[in-house]
């Protein structure tokens, strides 16, 4: 006890720091030189690959040790326990070093040369999860810089050495994100500039465009053209629109950080119309709204699903992370309130303790989720209909709009433009099993610059901050504004988002890492070899018969959810022998007598919990969860 109590204070400098086996934390290659000059600069290639990487929520811990207790006390840093060589899978534990080097060398190995870009959603400094080993800036800044240093060693340019262009140091574009650990206390991000953001830019000068370091000063956002003027990634600082960020307050007041953010947002996106360019939007803390989990500030919700629906021509989509767990959520303009948004209402008050997403939580959420889902309009009934009203021709009353018609105009039209669509990915950080997802997307008519061509973001980035900054100053003080985005014109196409086109989501394949398997594998250090790490595929949205996507727009989001929501779901979608009935096991049917037996049980919604947890749940935990329907 006497050595744990002393620990922390022999923990003074980074190379103090411990780590799972010293033999295993090597980085790829020779350490990179980072000048001070370094930034990162658009895609510059002859060929696009029509595909990216979202990776998120890493969490490096140099203090994670090999065969450490997994307890909550232990954080496995103490103890003797199962925490494996390559993490502890399905624990609070956060990520050894040999995991984020054994990812990266598999990026290397896998990825690397078939990529465009990397979407990169933040968390990437280990928990405040042991009181004896307390976080520090240090530390913080420490992990964060380790990260970056292993794009460097995966994308970074081996011919850059004499090169003086500050805008040409990586082989791809790679975004960065803030996440709610990345500070210091975590979840607390005032209003900039701020030590923070004159830290990251400083930490992320690669990353960065340099004739947007000054906005990232000052508010913690920024965007890349990873396709030079036709495709904009923008990283949102979504701390800003946290619940649990009691340093700021929302989004409805001109003097918050959130409303400025809102404001740059909405300008850039109109320089973005006005060219005729696209946007992914990508940030750590998604706009979860359950009635148990609502992660942002209403008002900052209220704004995002508005600034989505009039900029429907322009976003492809949102990219987040933070939850851990592999999901998606819908958008619905419908519930979007312009007194929230004018600030008219009041708005229940913030919490004053951390909302982080606990595991144990995470069913109450995908089951509000799926009870969400269960109201939207279901695509096969209407599609029936319409064949229905078809083969009735002259038999329908003159004047009567059509069922299957109001079919679609509840969800927006063809398009389903009703609503937007947000996708979470699953984590590194094995609190179930490491995670990460490349995406597809249309490349047709696209091309990329066979030269450092200058592209347009010096000019956006400031103008849209001088507008904002005019905006905010000019007239009279307001203590609330809303100056509402201008929609589409009539005349405009559905967006990507919505419309099979150029630079439209096709698919994504879903890889992870079995760590029971890998870690196995592995007895001690120096008494067993180094067993093989590696990623395998999950699923692939292309050839997967159980989602059953055609493509990633929206629509087919609409109904996915609404067969997910199906408690009497259709033949095609039935999983009858997934899990025991109630009535064939007595104990139970005693101790749950409020529940009916399920003769059989949505396909959909066992594979979309099942995939949540990226498969590290046994059966018999999701049937605890999830497996019975109340009467």
């Known amino acids: 006890m006497i050595l744990r109590q002393l620990f922390p204070l022999l ?4 190379s103090s720091w411990c780590a799972a086996d010293p033999n295993l934390q090597r980085p790829l290659r020779g350490a990179p030189v980072i000048s001070q000059s370094d930034t990162q600069s658009p895609v510059n290639a002859k060929t696009l690959h029509g595909r990216f990487l979202h990776i998120t929520d890493l969490h490096p811990d140099r203090f994670y040790s090999f065969a450490s207790s997994t307890d909550d006390d232990d954080a496995c840093h103490w103890g003797e326990g199962s925490a494996g060589i390559f993490g502890a899978e399905k624990t609070d534990c956060d990520s050894p070093i040999t995991l984020v080097n054994a990812t990266f060398q598999w990026i290397n190995n896998n990825l690397k040369d078939s990529i465009d870009f990397v979407v990169w959603t933040g968390d990437s400094a280990r928990h405040d999860n042991d009181e004896l080993i307390p976080r520090t800036e240090e530390q913080v800044v420490d992990l964060n810089s380790l990260l970056v240093e292993k794009f460097v060693e995966v994308f970074g340019k081996d011919d850059n050495i004499n090169d003086t262009d500050p805008t040409n140091d990586f082989t791809i574009p790679i975004v960065p994100n803030f996440g709610n650990n990345d500070i210091l206390p975590h979840n607390i991000f005032t209003k900039g500039p701020n030590r923070w953001t004159k830290t990251f830019a400083h930490v992320w000068r690669k990353f960065i465009p340099e004739e947007q370091t000054h906005a990232f000063e000052r508010g913690g956002w920024f965007f890349v053209e990873v396709i ?3 495709l904009a990634v923008f990283s949102l600082n979504t701390l800003y629109f946290f619940k649990s960020n009691v340093a700021v307050n929302g989004c409805a007041d001109e003097s918050e950080p ?6 740059w947002l909405r300008i850039q996106l109109q320089f973005l119309r006005q060219r005729d360019m696209k946007a992914i939007l990508m940030g750590h803390v998604p706009p979860a709204r359950t009635a148990s989990k609502q992660s942002w500030d209403e008002t900052c919700w209220q704004k995002y699903a508005l600034w989505l629906q009039q900029y429907r021509d322009i976003v492809i989509g949102g990219l987040y992370g933070h939850m851990n767990i592999d999901h998606f959520m819908l958008q619905d303009r419908e519930q979007i309130d312009m007194k929230i948004l004018a600030g008219e209402m009041q708005r229940p008050k913030k919490p004053r303790k951390s909302e982080d997403f606990f595991i144990q939580s995470s069913a109450q959420y995908l089951t509000e989720l799926r009870h969400a889902w269960s109201q939207l309009p279901d695509k096969v009934e209407a599609e029936t209909i319409k064949s229905r009203e078809a083969s009735e021709g002259s038999k329908k009353v003159m004047g009567r709009k059509s069922k299957h018609r109001k079919f679609l105009d509840s969800i927006g039209g063809e398009w389903g433009e009703r609503y937007s669509a947000t996708l979470v990915g699953a984590s590194i950080v094995p609190n179930y099993y490491p995670t990460m997802r490349v995406f597809e997307y249309n490349t047709t008519a696209l091309y990329l610059p066979t030269s450092n061509g200058r592209t347009h973001q010096e000019q956006l980035s400031s103008a849209g901050f001088d507008e904002s900054k005019k905006h905010r100053k000019s007239g009279k003080s307001k203590k609330h504004g809303l100056d509402k985005p201008k929609p589409p014109s009539r005349s405009s196409p559905p967006g990507p988002a919505y ?10 394949t879903q890889y992870f890492a ?4 890998i870690n196995a594998a592995f007895v001690s250090p120096g008494k067993s070899p180094i067993p093989k790490f ?3 595929l999950e699923y692939d949205t292309r050839n997967d018969t159980i989602y059953g996507l055609s493509d990633l727009t929206v629509r087919s989001y609409i109904d996915l959810a609404a067969r997910i929501g199906k408690y009497k779901p259709g033949q095609d979608d039935l999983l009858s022998d997934a899990w025991e009935d109630v009535e064939d096991n007595p104990a139970m049917s005693k ?3 409020h529940y009916k037996k ?3 049980i949505n396909k959909l919604w066992y594979t979309f919990v099942n995939r949540a947890y990226v498969g590290a749940k046994d059966n018999e935990e999701l049937r605890d969860q999830f497996g019975f329907t109340e009467d």
């Open 11 to 14: 923990l003074s400098t980074p």
């Open 228 to 230: 030079p003027n036709q």
């Open 258 to 263: 959130g409303y400025e953010q809102f404001e």
């Open 499 to 508: 419309s099979p086109q150029t630079l439209s989501l096709l698919s994504y």
């Open 514 to 517: 079995n760590l029971t398997r």
């Open 534 to 536: 590696n990623y395998e």
């Open 591 to 593: 101790k749950k007598k």
């Open 598 to 600: 399920r003769k059989a």
